[in-house]
């Protein structure tokens, strides 16, 4: 069954202390991984698409990557405003998204 | 154009009433999907269709749960006879053709009493 799983569930860093987000997946089909933010009570905000192993994509301080089992999201020199909870999703060779849990985000100042 | 629109933005009901959910897409994308959303969990796809046909059904949609597209613009999700398992945030999300990226509308969030 196509499965998508985020790591860590949460994570406190200081400001300015840069880290990364991993999301592995299993899915019939890659069509394409996506990366949202999300901040409480609002939907989630569309970040990234990534369609292929070895691709790279950049947004201000944040930087995706994905390889054939799993993706990372770093973040670089975060500031509290980054603050948020991270998702992952891809979409199979059926048009059906799957979404992880999510990584819970804490900068402090 | 200001993006995905839900309404409600909050529906609070009785267990055994029907409550119904708009959403409005943005308006040249041709894919509407919605998806359940509970608290420390990622969206749950439940329903998308590609302008007014309902292409794919997760099992999760019981015989409860009906979404329409009519004319392909709007969509309604219904949920008949609530039980309080349903209370959650129901998302709904569009996008264009072959483009995958969704775009989320705010949600509208269910407290069932």
């Known amino acids: 069954e196509d499965q998508v799983t985020q790591s860590p569930e949460a994570l406190r860093l200081q400001e300015g202390e840069s880290s990364s987000l991993n999301c592995s997946y299993t899915?019939?089909?890659?069509?394409?991984l996506f990366w949202y933010r999300q901040d409480p009570g609002k939907g989630p905000e569309f970040l990234f698409t990534?369609?292929?192993a070895g691709e790279e994509k950049e947004k201000e301080r944040l930087k995706a990557t994905l390889t054939k089992k799993e993706s990372f999201l770093h973040i670089t020199a975060p500031k509290p405003e980054d603050s948020a909870t991270y998702l992952c999703?891809?979409?199979?060779?059926?048009?059906?998204?799957?979404f992880g849990s999510g990584t819970k985000l804490n900068v402090k100042p | 154009d200001t993006g995905v629109s839900q309404d409600p933005r909050h529906k609070i009901t009785k267990r055994g009433q029907n409550v119904t959910f708009r959403c409005d897409p943005i308006?040249?994308?041709?894919?509407l999907y919605w998806y359940r959303q509970t608290l420390g969990q990622g969206p749950e796809f439940l329903t998308y269709?590609?302008?007014?046909?309902?292409?794919?059904k997760s099992r999760l949609l019981s015989d409860r749960f009906s979404a329409e597209r009519p004319k392909g613009s709007f969509s309604t999700l219904e949920i008949q006879r609530t039980e309080q398992g349903d209370s959650a945030m129901y998302l709904c999300?569009?996008?264009?053709?072959?483009?995958?990226?969704?775009?989320f509308g705010p949600g509208t969030r269910l407290t069932v009493t």
């Open positions: 999300a569009s996008s264009q053709g072959l483009v995958y990226e969704q775009y």
């Open positions: 899915v019939s089909g890659l069509r394409g």
């Open positions: 990534l369609y292929s």
């Open positions: 999703a891809v979409v199979d060779n059926f048009n059906k998204f799957y």
């Open positions: 308006s040249e994308h041709n894919r």
């Open positions: 269709f590609q302008n007014e046909a309902q292409l794919e």
